[in-house]
Antibody, heavy 122, light 107 residues
Framework: QVQLVESGGGLVKPGGSLRLSCAAS????????MSWIRQAPGKGLEWVSY????????YYADSVKGRFTISRDNAKNSLYLHMNSLRAEDTAVYYC???????????????WGQGTLVTVSS | DIQMTQSPTSLSTSVGDRVTITCRAS??????LNWYQEKPGKAPKLLIY???NLQSGVPSRFSGSGSGTEFTLTISSLQPEDFATYYC?????????FGQGTKMEIK
């Protein structure tokens, strides 16, 4: 079955860095676009970034552009999010999610990981 | 960016009720509208994709309709396990954007 498992979350000071990983299994990882989506405590869902199946197309939310970098290793079935210059407002549960995309339009995030908590605090 | 607005943002309902949640997009998104259910401590679950297509395994009491800028999620007869928060999301373009959520509580 499809499984996405995030790791790498934790407590970090403002201005610090963190790298999140998402290990995929149960499907052909290289066929799918992948996204990072976050949810601040008690808040709604916020899409953060996506990367195409090949890795050639990448987009970021304005709130993280220039600070976060998404990448993938299709040989290792893994997705990553490098987060720099972290701020208190980046505190959230971070989910990786799979999306079927056809001609840049999507058909929903059909599989999600369990999430990893990132806390930015001094 | 396309703004997604859900209404209501909270709902007090009873088992057996028919419930409708509305989602409006700030511009035309054709039929690229998806619905998710979220329960506390769990990842969101895709219920409906592309306006009206039921994701595999989702009960048939859930249905979706709409086009352009206005969409609805309907639950025909609420079951105890349906009390959750529901989000709409557009996948027409980037950035992908979500509605603010509709929290459904037991009356």
């Amino acid at each position: 079955q499809v499984q996405l498992v995030e790791s790498g979350g934790g407590l970090v000071k403002p201005g610090g860095s963190l790298r999140l990983s998402c290990a995929a299994s149960g499907f052909t990882f290289s066929d799918y676009y992948m996204s990072w989506i976050r949810q601040a405590p008690g808040k709604g869902l916020e899409w953060v970034s996506y990367i195409s199946s090949s890795g050639r197309t990448i987009y970021y939310a304005d709130s993280v552009k220039g600070r976060f970098t998404i990448s993938r290793d299709n040989a290792k079935n893994s997705l990553y999010l490098h987060m720099n210059s972290l701020r208190a407002e980046d505190t959230a549960v971070y989910y990786c999610a799979r999306e079927v995309v056809v001609s840049a339009t999507g058909l929903g995030f059909d599989s999600w990981g369990q999430g990893t908590l990132v806390t930015v605090s001094s | 960016d396309i703004q997604m607005t859900q209404s209501p943002t909270s709902l007090s309902t009873s088992v057996g009720d028919r419930v409708t949640i509305t989602c409006r997009a700030s511009q035309n998104i054709n039929s690229y509208l998806n619905w998710y259910q979220e329960k506390p401590g769990k990842a969101p679950k895709l219920l409906i994709y592309a306006t009206s297509n039921l994701q595999s395994g989702v009960p048939s009491r859930f249905s979706g309709s709409g086009s352009g800028t206005e969409f609805t999620l309907t639950i025909s007869s609420l079951q105890p396990e349906d009390f959750a928060t529901y989000y709409c999301q557009q996948s027409y373009n980037t950035p992908r954007t979500f509605g603010q959520g509709t929290k459904m509580e037991i009356k």
